[in-house]
């Protein structure tokens, strides 16, 4: 089996780091999202799914901030 050099198992260690903050800070800011969304604070929910796409696009979270945006029809 090959084996990779210092300088590439290094890169692929930052890389690992970097990914899992990504996943955190999503996490976070969807789970802020819920909370907000769930206290009837639409504006703050959106903020937060919005800062989450940000971070990492996420269909079905862009579609919940549309739905959200979209005044219920009476």
Same mark, same amino acid.
Do not use: H, M, W
């Given at each position: ?14 890389? !690992?780091? #970097?990914? &899992? %903050? ?13 909370? +907000?969304?769930? =206290?009837?604070?639409? !504006?703050? #929910?959106? &903020? %937060? ?13 862009? +579609?919940?901030? =549309? ?8």
């Amino acid at each position: 089996a090959a084996r990779i050099g210092p300088g590439t198992e290094a890169f692929f260690v930052s890389l !690992k780091t #970097a990914t &899992a %903050k990504q996943v955190d800070l999503f996490t976070k800011l969807r789970s802020e999202g819920e909370v +907000a969304e769930k =206290e009837g604070n639409t !504006k703050e #929910a959106i &903020a %937060k799914y919005s800062a989450a796409i940000e971070v990492s696009p996420n269909a079905a979270l862009s +579609a919940k901030i =549309e739905q959200l945006k979209t005044p219920p029809k009476k």
